[in-house]
């Protein structure tokens, strides 16, 4: 049981020192009111950081993304909208680009009832 958390570990590890982390949230089962909004992402590699949320009806995300290191690279957040367990829309943030630089966002998917949103955080 140890060692299955030491390589996961090490893979969370990797991903985040090569650029990418990720994650996923659902909409509540039921209909959800107008402006809920559920638990979302907070990552904070040491290339970038990026936190946010998304919201159920209409489908959207909600955050912000910061560069912070002095290379070649931008960090985005990628996100990527599912409804009846089948792919609907893909969207990327604005691109961060340079240390100190932060963008803001709020994406809506095209398709307005989806109800599962994954994200992933990237140096790009």
Not at 27 to 33: H, L, R
Not at 50 to 67: E, F, N
Not at 74 to 86: K, L, P
């Amino acid at each position: 049981m140890r060692r299955g958390f030491t390589v996961a570990a090490v893979v969370t590890a990797t991903l985040m020192a090569t650029g990418m982390a990720s994650g996923t949230a659902q909409a509540a089962q039921s209909s959800p009111p107008a402006s809920w909004c559920g638990e979302g992402w907070s990552f904070s590699p040491a290339w970038g950081s990026s936190a946010g949320h998304p919201c159920w009806s209409p489908a959207q995300v909600q955050g912000w993304v910061l560069d912070r290191e002095a290379d070649s690279h931008c960090v985005i957040m990628r996100f990527h909208w599912y409804r009846d367990g089948r792919l609907v829309d893909s969207q990327d943030s604005p691109p961060a680009c340079g240390p100190g630089t932060y963008k803001e966002f709020t994406l809506r998917s095209a398709d307005q009832k989806a109800t599962w949103v994954n994200w992933h955080v990237l140096r790009v």
